[in-house]
């Protein structure tokens, strides 16, 4: 069989068999299992424990689990209601201040956590009340908090990017360092966007009244309560963003700080404790099986010959470098529509990455832009993750429409912001560059 | 019918327990790294079985604990035919898919308990009292034998197989009565 049949056959039954709703980790691992031993006869399964062992014994995803455990910590020690709290009162004033205040508490939270979902449920039970009581405009305080808690997965410590590091044999730190700008930028985009959205409409965001604002003591007085988990997260990021420690090092390390913190706060015991490492589990183990069923496919893929043909179709079509990189860039909308970012990682990643450098393009750049495209396909419907958490939490008289239009706008400044990123190689290169080359 | 309850309690208490001694080993790791993190960069005196025994822990970690993530019905699907359907279209559609599930998990567990064992079975000279204990052992410096976190694996495969059978149980008589199994 030729290998665009095979391409075809083993791609296709995949989408079928994960159609039909059999979870990602078992359908790319049994049609990669079928297809081996189709190929390359019954015995060639033997080698999928082997992959997997490899995988569950890899230093540097054990970064995976004890990030979202200290995430978790931290969530159970009420940091998040801190920050939130903190945020509300320093820019409420602004119109449209709520919004603005819920993407900054995001930001700020994406840096201490590695995932999406605990920010995402947080928000949409502390702030999306609180915006629809001031009758801020629906669709702009569900974008807000979807937006924001997305940010999650691409400002560090981001697990997308230690999966991307993995599976790409490329620094960690630097993509780290990488990272944190283009976070930063969409951020920004996105208040830019609500405060000229309220400044236009000012019924859409009306500021907090002048008599609940705080004077300038209260204003302090709220700032201390995120003091601790502030260092926390400036000594973890630190360490690794400098290449001090390794990621697991630092994330193991910050486990324990997070737990300090939270036992002095007294809001932290053995009771939470267990259960912030009993949510880890759940997070933990549905992106572990995804990375061990999807290498079990794409290294059949590749064995079969399949990295040679994408490379030999795209390098060999006569396109140039840059129509390579949106036809990629455009795969991978395409799938996020489809399929979780674990998924789309471990599929594309082991394709891609040969291309790019063969291409001269710089890999750490590339990994950053793909974390970038991938964080929309947490807003994009039918299958985006951040929908079904805020859906989850938002209260009835948001239906599940509202929640995909207020998602629109955003999408649009997210792909806004990864032109920028693609016309601007510096906004990703500009830390890697300053820190790791001199 | 009580018989099949009584089952289905077995393995989910089982799986939710091993849920729980998994919580306790994420704790360990996190004590475990953090003590060669200060014995590192403090004393200057690094472990040499720190780094190690975390991702031998961790490892068991993962392979433990698909049973219950299934039991949770964490493992992410792919929603856009089957989040819409009504409960009991997507029990007969897991019927179907029940058919690729026991596929990938017969055969994750019958190589897995290969490879078990034929690390079990070899020889690196360890001896216990003049006798000598078959079992490979870890190339590193410390050296730990490796088949406790092999054996791990066709563990953590029986605990999901079993969970699946719960979870067709389930499916079968939400399929065939339309009611859900209680």
Same mark, same amino acid.
């Given at each position: ?118 920010? @995402?449920? $947080? ?15 629906? #669709? ?53 966007? %609500?405060?000229?959205? *309220?400044?236009? @409409? ?8 002048? @008599? ?26 630190? $360490? ?8 697991? @090092? ?24 267990? #259960?912030?490492?009993?949510?880890? %589990? ?44 949106? %036809? ?51 807003? $994009? ?16 008289? *948001? ?14 400044? #997210? ?11 510096? %906004? ?11 | ?56 822990? =961790?490892?068991? +970690? +993962? ?38 599930? +026991? ?20 020889? +690196? ?13 870890? =190339?590193?410096?410390?050296?730990? &034998?490796?088949? &406790? ?31 859900? =199994?209680?």
């Amino acid at each position: 069989m030729s290998i665009e049949w095979i391409t075809i056959c083993i791609f296709g039954s995949m989408v079928l068999v994960m159609f039909m709703g059999l979870p990602v980790a078992f359908s790319t691992g049994v049609v990669g299992i079928i297809f081996t031993a189709v190929f390359m006869g019954p015995e060639a399964v033997n080698v999928v424990p082997t992959r997997i062992f490899g995988l569950m014994t890899n230093y540097l995803l054990d970064a995976i689990p004890l990030f979202i455990l200290m995430a978790n910590i931290l969530e159970r020690s009420g940091i998040i209601e801190d920050i939130y709290n903190m945020v509300y009162h320093w820019l409420g004033w602004l119109k449209g201040g709520v919004a603005t205040a819920t993407i900054v508490a995001c930001t700020m939270m994406a840096a201490m956590a590695g995932v999406v979902g605990a920010t @995402e449920v $947080t928000m949409g039970m502390i702030a999306l009340p609180q915006m629809l009581n001031r009758n801020y405009d629906k #669709q702009m305080s569900l974008g807000a908090i979807l937006a924001g808690g997305t940010l999650g997965i691409l400002i560090p410590p981001s697990i997308m990017l230690i999966i991307y590091g993995m599976v790409d044999n490329s620094s960690i730190g630097q993509l780290y360092a990488g990272a944190f700008l283009p976070g930063f930028l969409l951020s920004g985009l996105f208040i830019i966007y %609500i405060t000229i959205r *309220c400044y236009i @409409e000012p019924t859409m965001g009306p500021p907090v009244p002048k @008599e609940e604002r705080l004077d300038w003591k209260g204003l302090f007085k709220v700032l201390f309560p995120i003091i601790p988990g502030t260092i926390l997260i400036f000594l973890v990021l630190g $360490t690794i963003v400098v290449g001090v420690a390794a990621p697991t @090092e630092a994330a193991g390390v910050g486990c324990l700080g997070a737990y300090i913190i939270g036992l002095l706060k007294g809001r932290m015991n053995w009771k939470s404790l267990t #259960q912030a490492a009993i949510g880890t %589990i759940k997070a933990t183990g549905m992106v572990m099986w995804t990375i061990f069923g999807a290498n079990v496919f794409i290294a059949l893929y590749i064995m079969v010959g399949g990295g040679e043909f994408v490379n030999n179709m795209l390098l060999g079509s006569g396109l140039g470098p840059w129509t390579i990189i949106w %036809i990629m860039m455009g795969l991978v909308i395409l799938l996020g529509c489809f399929v979780d970012w674990v998924g789309i990682l471990m599929l594309t990643i082991p394709l891609f990455g040969p291309i790019i450098r063969k291409l001269g393009f710089d890999p750490i750049w590339f990994g950053v832009l793909m974390s970038v495209n991938l964080q929309m396909s947490f807003l $994009t419907p039918p299958f985006g993750m951040s929908l079904f958490y805020l859906k989850s939490v938002a209260p009835p008289e *948001c239906s599940t429409v509202d929640v995909w239009k207020s998602a629109l706008p955003f999408l649009g400044l #997210q792909f806004i912001g990864l032109v920028l990123c693609m016309i601007f190689p510096e %906004i990703i290169l500009w830390a890697p560059k300053l820190l790791f080359r001199g | 019918m009580a018989i099949l309850r009584t089952f289905i309690m077995a393995v989910e208490k089982t799986n939710l327990f091993i849920a729980k001694l998994m919580a306790y080993i994420s704790i360990i790791c996190v004590l475990v790294i953090s003590f060669e993190v200060i014995m590192r960069y403090a004393f200057g005196m690094p472990t040499n079985w720190g780094h190690e025994l975390m991702y031998s822990l =961790f490892g068991m +970690y +993962y392979v433990m604990v698909v049973g219950v993530v299934h039991f949770w019905r964490a493992h992410v699907r792919v929603d856009v035919i089957y989040a819409s359907r009504s409960r009991r279209t997507q029990a007969i559609m897991d019927l179907f898919n029940g058919v690729l599930f +026991y596929l990938f998990v017969l055969v994750y567990l019958y190589t897995t308990w290969k490879f078990y064992w034929s690390s079990q079975m070899m020889s +690196y000279g360890n001896t216990f009292l003049g006798i000598e204990i078959l079992g490979e052992a870890s =190339f590193t410096d410390w050296g730990p &034998p490796l088949y &406790p976190v092999k054996i791990m694996m066709p563990l953590g495969g029986v605990l999901l197989l079993l969970q699946g059978i719960c979870w067709t149980i389930r499916d079968a008589h939400m399929a065939f009565t339309g009611r859900e =199994f209680k």
